[in-house]
């Protein structure tokens, strides 16, 4: 097995990309969902399911520099604390993020239409579950496959759609079967120089539904996922970093009893 695609964003709610590599900190990928747009109103980080406009926006975030495109206006700098702090809500969590000085906020604020501000966060306080996810091309695989033969579905099934740490090539190897991926649970992924513990599935929410690039609603994934014992749509895995490292794209990866 081989990882196919790494993925970050460093915006939270944003284009999620691919890299060509990824440093795993014992907190989660070093650089994903760095930084927040929050409402202070309503002391809610802004989600991607809640605000797909988002999905138009492409971030990067290289030798501390941030860098947004807006729909062709580009805002860059480099990000200066502020001391300031915005206590929010993060699906029921309560976290802290510090706001952000720089054209950020304003820029934002103006695509949006409505007053956000910028706030640097802690690696892993704005991921829904654990800081790793995972999906794999067999379950991906099947459910295109799926998706090509519902009348609706034009678009192609594109794996930025469920925004995974890792997509794992598993052609040709034990876990090719779509599914076979959750006998990883309570196991170890062995990925270049790191090591993830898999915790379990990942619930989705409608944000599967929106195309990656534009934030339109073009597909209805959603109601083909499977089903959690709670009847929750489930897809991927999750987990969290034991070993931190650094992962390349086309790195060999193997499962191993936890250490």
Known sequence: MRVRRIGVTPIKGTRHQARAEIELAPTGPVGDRVFGLVDLERRQVLRTVATGSLLAVAASWQHGRLTVDLGGTEVTGLPRATGATAGVDYWGRQITGEIVDGPWSAAFSEYLNRPVVLTANRVGDIVYGDSVSIITTGSLTALRLGAESH????PAVDSARFRATFVIDTAGSRYAEPGTERSWIGQ???????????TG??????????????????????????RNAAGEPVFGLQGEVVQPGRVYSEEMVTVRQPS
């Not at 170890?188 to 898999?198: E, K, N, Q, T």
């Not at 599935?201 to 499977?226: E, F, H, K, M, Y």
């Open 188 to 198: 170890d992924l062995i990925l270049g120089s790191a090591r993830v513990h898999v």
């Open 201 to 226: 599935v990942i619930v989705r929410c409608a944000v599967v539904d929106l195309n990656p690039l534009t934030g339109q609603r073009d597909l209805r994934l959603l109601s083909r996922l499977p």
């Open 151 to 154: 009348p609706s579905a034009q």
